[in-house]
């Protein structure tokens, strides 16, 4: 998951704690992952970033 978002470890678990991102499945094992299309609903709802919001 983190190498699909591009993010960081910290990110996605602030993003678990604090942004309600979907939760981890597990797959057996140790293994945990995400559901796509769950993780995709949840992108749909975040606000997209634009040129401006760079500038300072």
Same mark, same amino acid.
Not at 30 to 41: F, K, L, N, S, T
């Given at each position: 998951m &983190? #190498?699909? &978002?591009?993010?960081s470890?910290?990110? &996605?678990?602030?993003?678990?704690?604090?942004?309600d991102f979907?939760? /981890?499945r597990? &797959?057996?094992?140790?293994?945990?992952?995400?559901m /796509?299309?769950?993780? #995709?609903?949840?992108?749909d709802?975040?606000?997209?970033?634009t040129?401006? @919001?760079? @500038? @300072?």
């Amino acid at each position: 998951m &983190l #190498q699909v &978002l591009e993010i960081s470890e910290t990110t &996605l678990r602030r993003w678990m704690r604090e942004e309600d991102f979907p939760p /981890a499945r597990r &797959l057996g094992g140790r293994a945990i992952g995400w559901m /796509a299309p769950e993780v #995709q609903a949840w992108l749909d709802t975040r606000p997209m970033a634009t040129p401006e @919001d760079g @500038d @300072d």
